[in-house]
């Protein structure tokens, strides 16, 4: 019998006399052994899911968590064959339907299997999950209890009183969670109709993108700011050598500002998606809904690009990940990839550092490549191309020429 720590992942046999555990996450190369407190059988509740041991005729299997679903799946080679039971994944308690949505198996069953089976991508999954647990909670201060008492003006009384709190595209993101939700439960026969189907959200059109903007000096003097090279604080008499994590930030902010990429697509990239086509350099995103998107590479990042991956090491290790996050203090990097919080918090560094006081973000190098592609006569359908953008009204909310006119306007008034 087999089950997993919730808390640090381990997973115990009880099969032997002298229960041990092994480490399934690979750190420094290499499985580790780690003693861990003995866990009773039974479910066991973690962030993500509950364990539970049954009997099966293969062996357990390492579950990385990600966002409510499953992220990978490895087999233990750790575990005896002897073993007779293997670990089953169930939801997460925090999937626990509210009660409106639970008033029996079948509509707890549905309710499930829309935020697991239906929704696949884990940040629609977690906003809807709160829009739909906030619309549960408003019910019930409303003493509704059940989904047949919900009807349409209910609905749109709750999308009401929404408008007070949050901004329109948030007050339609929990309009159209709800609608999604009330669709997946009709055709699962668990209510006849929708009451959301004819509630309409407010009106809300966008013109012009709020995404801060650098300069192209601004962004140049970014990149020129990042240290590349340092000398051993123990060893002032030793010569300088390469900054990995400066040679990783440079790369990073060049490969958004010279591709106009999302960050999503920039971190889950491996060293192999940086390739020779043509005597030219590329690079491929794997982009929102599975789509891989080829970019050739400017020549200044490709410089950056060359510079970290042979700094680094990594040119033959072409399945692992490009951008990687960094060992504690000691400026050496690991196989684990950088998530968009960390990308956040380097670019926020960086940018203090270079003495530039405008709140940027992720998505700001976006913005500032288009908007510089388009000032030095760029197309703005060769600019939807290679933002990869559906519509040629998308890329148009990155271009922000228009801020520069409407300043120059604005200083003619001479009082």
């Known amino acids: 019998m087999s089950w997993a720590c919730p808390r640090c992942a381990l997973f115990s046999c009880a099969c032997e006399q002298q229960p041990w555990f092994a480490h399934l996450r690979k750190r420094s190369g290499r499985r580790q052994s780690q003693r861990c407190r003995w866990l009773p059988p039974g479910p066991l509740g973690s962030p993500n899911f509950n364990f539970q041991p049954v009997s099966l005729s293969s062996r357990p299997v390492n579950v990385r968590r990600h966002g409510g679903m499953v992220r990978t799946i490895s087999l233990c080679n750790k575990l005896g064959s002897g073993c007779s039971e293997q670990l089953i ?20 069953r549905r309710f499930l299997e829309f935020f697991t089976a239906q929704i696949n991508n884990a940040h629609t999954r977690r906003a809807y999950l709160n829009a739909t647990r906030r619309f549960a909670e408003w019910c019930a201060s409303k003493d509704l209890h059940e989904l047949a008492q919900v009807e349409p003006f209910h609905v749109a009384a709750f999308v009401h009183d929404l408008q007070d709190e949050l901004s ?12 999604m939700l009330f669709d997946w439960l009709v055709t699962g026969h668990v209510i006849d109709t929708n009451p959301a189907h004819s509630v309409r959200g407010p009106r809300y059109t966008v013109k012009r993108g709020k995404t801060p903007v650098l300069t192209a000096e601004e962004a140049h003097a970014l990149l020129e700011s990042i240290p590349i090279t ?105 196989t684990n990839p950088l998530f968009q919080q960390d990308a956040h918090r380097i ?69």
């Not at 390469?242 to 958004?256: E, H, N, Q, T």
């Not at 591709?259 to 192999?272: D, E, L, N, P, T």
Request: charged letters at 30%; one cysteine or more; aromatic letters at 6%.
């Open 89 to 108: 994944i169930a939801p997460s308690p925090d999937l626990r339907p509210a009660p409106l949505f639970a008033p029996t198996r079948k509509a707890a």
């Open 168 to 179: 329109p595209p948030s007050v339609k993101q929990h309009l159209a969670a709800i609608r």
């Open 230 to 334: 340092k000398k051993p604080a123990k060893d002032t008499e030793a010569t300088y050598q390469p900054d990995l994590l400066g040679l990783r930030d440079r790369a990073l902010i060049a490969m958004m500002v010279y591709s106009f990429a999302r960050i999503g697509a920039v971190i889950q990239m491996k060293v192999g998606d940086y390739f020779v086509q043509g005597r030219r350099r590329w690079v491929r995103l794997h982009e929102k809904g599975g789509k891989e998107h080829d970019v050739p590479c400017h020549h200044r990042l490709d410089q950056c690009l060359h510079d970290y991956i042979e700094a680094t090491g990594i040119t033959d290790d072409v399945d692992g990940y490009l951008f990687r996050t960094a060992r504690r203090k000691t400026g050496q990097l690991t």
């Open 347 to 415: 670019i926020r560094r960086r940018a203090k550092a270079a003495g530039i006081e405008t709140r940027i973000g992720n998505h700001t190098f976006r913005a500032t490549g288009i908007t510089a592609y388009l000032k030095n006569s760029g197309k703005l359908e060769v600019a939807q191309q290679i933002a990869n953008h559906e519509s040629p009204r998308t890329t148009k909310l990155y271009d922000r020429r228009q801020d520069e006119i409407s300043l120059d306007e604005i200083e003619r008034i001479t009082i």
